[in-house]
């Protein structure tokens, strides 16, 4: 067994029980490592008589486990003894070689396990995980992964916008008491195993919790709700995921009390290898009211499917700007930004780069109107917007512009020391985006102003205040070419002024001399 790779226990029951859930109240093991710690593992029912206990080990040498059922007396899953060796791992992907997402306390960015900083680029593939083909999961997969990309965004059960999968099967059944169906969840093994088996990390949601009876965020009672937490913990915690507890909920006012309570109730009560986030509604922020909530290790947001004023004011004035400095330090991502359809990638740059910039670099995500529900030709989204079958499918939206610029951005940051990077917009010594908002100019900066990088949505001017240009080496980055450009400065008694050299939005980059 290889460090850092899923290790899977299989277990025949003597027993046959009718409802497993609720049946037997806890099933796993007790793994202890070669250094002697202890982790506790919840295992799961994966059909019939077959139960399975699934765990990645983090160090190399000798694994010793023992099972533990709620049910005593059943003698072939209770009490089980063995061991197992760890060896160096030999992949070539990060996630396995540095080992699993970590946040380290006092930092706004995800590391793997050696300290290394992972920058979060994910695509939205809601609906990938329950109507795509081997084929067609293989062929996304591939192409995310060349493109830069390091985590894909899926579902995990039914929901509004898939009410089943493509063998028209569903995740559970029932409300107050639930049942889950093994067999809906043995076909989402392979693809998140796939995703994982790409150098990529899955981020599947839970229970997605916008309104509606088919959405198990919303119409699960809390007690149901965390069995079917529980369930899907159990099945994937030992892949390389980060959980989305929630998916387009609302977390805050009447509906806090339950999402915290399910929370602490699934991860802290469970041990857990991976990253734990909520996935809101748009415009929805949770992160001051979830602030001190410990099983919480990275705040997600979404700022809607247009660039109206309304949105890029609330992208880059709103609360996620305001208040992420009051925070406990944690990753400030935003999951959901404007998604492409076909003719739109100046305004999906523009949406992920405002994003970006507002807090201490962490990550953006991308998302396409017709990859996340899995579209092909002819197709049209199940419960969401036009109903006009349509003409572009989701392989035709690998090749548009704006996804493969989010690769560029990917990219771009990964050359540099992206996780020294703060907000720093008081340099600024003129915002044009105050009175027209698709002008808004942002600045990330070292706190030593070695680096400064000022985002220009559309063709414009830069003035900074104290700077001086002759301290600085300049040159602009072309977001829509992927190139980079000479960078004509103006030096002035208080500052800078810098002309954008495209007709789109660009970053100047100054580093110090």
Same mark, same amino acid.
């Given at each position: 067994?290889?460090?850092?790779?899923?290790?899977?226990?299989?277990?025949?029951?003597?027993?046959?029980?009718?409802?497993?859930?609720?049946?037997?109240?806890?099933?796993?093991?007790?793994?202890?490592? #070669?250094?002697?710690?202890?982790?506790?593992?919840?295992?799961?029912?994966?059909?019939? @008589?077959?139960?399975?206990?699934?765990?990645?080990?983090?160090?190399?040498?000798?694994?010793?486990?023992?099972?533990?059922?709620?049910?005593?007396?059943?003698?072939?899953?209770?009490?089980?003894?063995?061991?197992?060796?760890?060896?160096?791992?030999?992949?070539?992907?990060?996630?396995?070689?540095?080992?699993?997402?970590?946040?380290?306390?006092?930092?706004?960015?995800?590391?793997?396990?050696?300290?290394?900083?992972?920058?979060?680029?994910?695509?939205?593939?809601?609906?990938?995980?329950?109507?795509?083909?081997?084929?067609?999961?293989?062929?996304?997969?591939?192409?995310?992964?060349?493109?830069?990309?390091?985590?894909?965004?899926?579902?995990?059960?039914?929901?509004?916008?898939?009410?089943?999968?493509?063998?028209?099967?569903?995740?559970?059944?029932?409300?107050?008491?639930?049942?889950?169906?093994? &067999?809906?969840?043995?076909?989402?093994? =392979?693809?998140?195993?796939?995703? @994982?088996?790409?150098?990529?990390?899955?981020?599947?949601?839970?229970?997605?919790?916008?309104?509606?009876?088919?959405?198990?965020?919303?119409?699960?009672?809390?007690? &149901?709700?965390?069995?079917?937490?529980?369930?899907?913990?159990?099945?994937?915690?030992?892949?390389?995921?980060?959980?989305?507890?929630?998916?387009?909920?609302?977390?805050?006012?009447?509906?806090?009390?339950?999402?915290?309570?399910?929370?602490?109730?699934?991860?802290? @009560?469970?041990?857990?290898?991976?990253?734990?986030?909520?996935? #809101?509604?748009?415009?929805?922020?949770?992160?001051?009211?979830? =602030?001190?909530?410990?099983?919480?290790?990275?705040?997600?947001?979404?700022?809607?499917?247009?660039? &109206?004023?309304?949105?890029?004011?609330?992208?880059?004035?709103?609360?996620?700007?305001?208040?992420?400095?009051?925070?406990?330090?944690?990753?400030?991502?935003?999951?959901?930004?404007?998604?492409?359809?076909?003719?739109?990638?100046?305004?999906?740059?523009?949406?992920?780069?405002?994003?970006?910039?507002?807090? #201490?670099?962490?990550?953006?995500?991308?998302?396409?109107?017709?990859?996340? #529900?899995?579209?092909?030709?002819?197709?049209?989204?199940?419960?969401?917007?036009?109903?006009?079958?349509?003409?572009?499918?989701?392989? =035709?939206?690998?090749?548009?512009?704006?996804?493969?610029?989010?690769?560029?951005?990917?990219?771009?940051?990964? @050359?540099? =020391?992206?996780?020294?990077?703060?907000?720093?917009?008081?340099?600024?010594?003129?915002?044009?985006?105050? &009175?027209?908002?698709?002008?808004?100019?942002?600045?990330?900066?070292?706190?030593?102003?070695?680096?400064?990088?000022?985002?220009?949505?559309?063709?414009?001017?830069?003035?900074?205040?104290?700077?001086?240009?002759?301290?600085?080496?300049?040159?602009?980055?072309?977001?829509?070419?992927?190139?980079?450009?000479?960078?004509?400065?103006?030096?002035?008694?208080?500052?800078?002024?810098?002309?954008?050299?495209?007709?789109?939005?660009?970053?100047?980059?100054?580093?110090?001399?």
């Amino acid at each position: 067994m290889e460090k850092w790779h899923k290790k899977e226990l299989v277990f025949e029951s003597r027993k046959l029980y009718d409802n497993p859930l609720y049946d037997i109240d806890f099933f796993g093991a007790e793994f202890i490592s #070669p250094s002697g710690r202890k982790f506790i593992v919840r295992g799961f029912w994966d059909g019939e @008589n077959t139960w399975k206990i699934r765990f990645m080990p983090n160090q190399v040498g000798k694994w010793k486990y023992r099972t533990i059922c709620s049910d005593d007396t059943n003698d072939k899953l209770n009490g089980i003894k063995g061991n197992f060796k760890c060896v160096r791992n030999r992949s070539k992907f990060d996630i396995y070689r540095r080992g699993a997402l970590q946040h380290t306390k006092g930092t706004y960015h995800l590391a793997y396990s050696d300290d290394k900083p992972f920058l979060y680029i994910g695509c939205t593939a809601w609906n990938g995980g329950l109507f795509s083909t081997v084929n067609e999961w293989n062929k996304y997969l591939s192409n995310r992964s060349a493109n830069g990309y390091s985590v894909i965004q899926l579902i995990t059960t039914q929901w509004r916008g898939g009410p089943y999968n493509a063998e028209k099967e569903t995740a559970f059944s029932g409300v107050d008491m639930i049942k889950v169906n093994p &067999s809906f969840f043995k076909c989402l093994d =392979d693809r998140i195993d796939r995703i @994982n088996d790409y150098g990529l990390v899955a981020a599947p949601v839970m229970l997605w919790a916008y309104g509606g009876d088919l959405n198990p965020g919303f119409v699960l009672p809390e007690e &149901s709700a965390i069995k079917l937490a529980e369930y899907i913990l159990a099945r994937y915690d030992g892949n390389h995921v980060i959980w989305n507890l929630g998916g387009d909920g609302k977390y805050t006012g009447e509906n806090e009390n339950k999402w915290k309570n399910i929370g602490r109730k699934v991860f802290n @009560n469970n041990h857990h290898t991976n990253i734990v986030t909520l996935h #809101p509604q748009g415009f929805s922020w949770y992160g001051s009211d979830f =602030d001190e909530e410990s099983w919480l290790d990275m705040i997600c947001y979404q700022t809607g499917h247009t660039n &109206s004023d309304n949105a890029i004011r609330w992208k880059t004035q709103g609360p996620v700007v305001t208040e992420w400095k009051k925070l406990i330090p944690r990753p400030i991502i935003d999951t959901e930004p404007v998604y492409e359809n076909g003719y739109n990638a100046k305004e999906v740059r523009n949406s992920a780069y405002w994003s970006i910039f507002s807090t #201490p670099v962490a990550g953006i995500s991308y998302g396409s109107h017709t990859i996340w #529900p899995w579209l092909r030709k002819g197709d049209t989204p199940i419960n969401h917007g036009k109903r006009e079958p349509s003409k572009i499918t989701w392989q =035709d939206a690998l090749l548009h512009p704006g996804g493969i610029q989010i690769g560029y951005l990917a990219g771009f940051f990964r @050359n540099i =020391d992206w996780w020294e990077l703060f907000p720093a917009n008081e340099l600024l010594k003129e915002q044009p985006g105050l &009175s027209e908002s698709p002008r808004w100019q942002s600045i990330l900066a070292t706190d030593d102003r070695n680096m400064i990088l000022v985002y220009v949505p559309v063709r414009d001017v830069i003035k900074l205040n104290g700077i001086n240009a002759q301290h600085y080496t300049a040159r602009w980055f072309d977001t829509a070419s992927n190139t980079y450009l000479k960078a004509d400065i103006i030096q002035d008694d208080n500052g800078l002024e810098a002309q954008t050299p495209v007709d789109s939005d660009a970053i100047l980059i100054l580093r110090k001399n």
